[in-house]
T-cell receptor
Framework: KQEVTQIPAALSVPEGENLVLNCSFTDSAIYNLQWFRQDPGKGLTSLLLIQSSQREQTSGRLNASLDKSSGRSTLYIAASQPGDSATYLCAVRGGSEKLVFGKGMKLTVNP | DVKVTQSSRYLVKRTGEKVFLECVQDMDHENMFWYRQDPGLGLRLIYFSYDVKMKEKGDIPEGYSVSREKKERFSLILESASTNQTSMYLC??????????????FGDGTRLSIL
């Protein structure tokens, strides 16, 4: 059974730092991995999707990498801003349409 | 942009009531999903549907049913609401067009309280 882990559960940093968020998964047989952002009391916003054949994807200040063989993904946030404060979740898709989610990492960027 | 709309942001119901949560998407997506999100447990899949009138159980279907009579609408039904169904409910949709690597798009969620 696929399990997705995000450590640490929370992170507090000063504004301007470059950040690395970690995601690990136990079964490397995945179609893709998706990173989401969730603001308090809101739904999930899709940030990046990396296909199993890709190594990384970039969108603005965000860069996500995937090492399928080792079961790891990282989300890199450059020059963090207070507006980046949110919970970040990763999810992997296996052989069906289902996503398996990590429990998320709550990020606080302090001005 | 994809728009997934959940009919209520907040809902308060009583135990034993039959509760309907509605979700509508405007992008002609084939797949629709219902999740619940609880502190410490993360997101768990309740049911999903890959076509009209088709449904598959997720990880925690007990106490729930679903209905998909039209492609754009996916309803979650709590047959007899109980306090342990107090949670944040999230609807999502995704397309089958363009291959296997299509992202899921989420609504804003319904925070349901059962008293």
């Amino acid at each position: 059974k696929q399990e997705v882990t995000q450590i640490p559960a929370a992170l507090s940093v000063p504004e301007g730092e470059n950040l690395v968020l970690n995601c690990s998964f136990t079964d490397s047989a995945i179609y893709n991995l998706q990173w989401f952002r969730q603001d308090p009391g809101k739904g999930l916003t899709s940030l990046l999707l990396i296909q199993s054949s890709q190594r990384e994807q970039t969108s603005g200040r965000l860069n996500a990498s995937l090492d399928k063989s080792s079961g790891r993904s990282t989300l890199y946030i450059a020059a963090s801003q207070p507006g980046d404060s949110a919970t970040y979740l990763c999810a992997v898709r296996g052989g069906s349409e289902k996503l398996v989610f990590g429990k998320g990492m709550k990020l606080t960027v302090n001005p | 942009d994809v728009k997934v709309t959940q009919s209520s942001r907040y809902l308060v119901k009583r135990t034993g009531e039959k509760v309907f949560l509605e979700c509508v998407q405007d992008m002609d997506h084939e797949n629709m999903f219902w999740y619940r999100q609880d502190p410490g447990l993360g997101l768990r899949l309740i049911y999903f549907s890959y076509d009209v009138k088709m449904k598959e159980k997720g990880d925690i279907p007990e106490g729930y049913s679903v209905s998909r009579e039209k492609k754009e609408r996916f309803s979650l039904i709590l047959e007899s609401a109980s306090t342990n169904q107090t949670s944040m409910y999230l609807c999502a949709s995704s397309s089958l067009k363009g291959g296997q690597n299509q992202p899921q798009h989420f609504g804003d969620g319904t925070r349901l309280s059962i008293l």
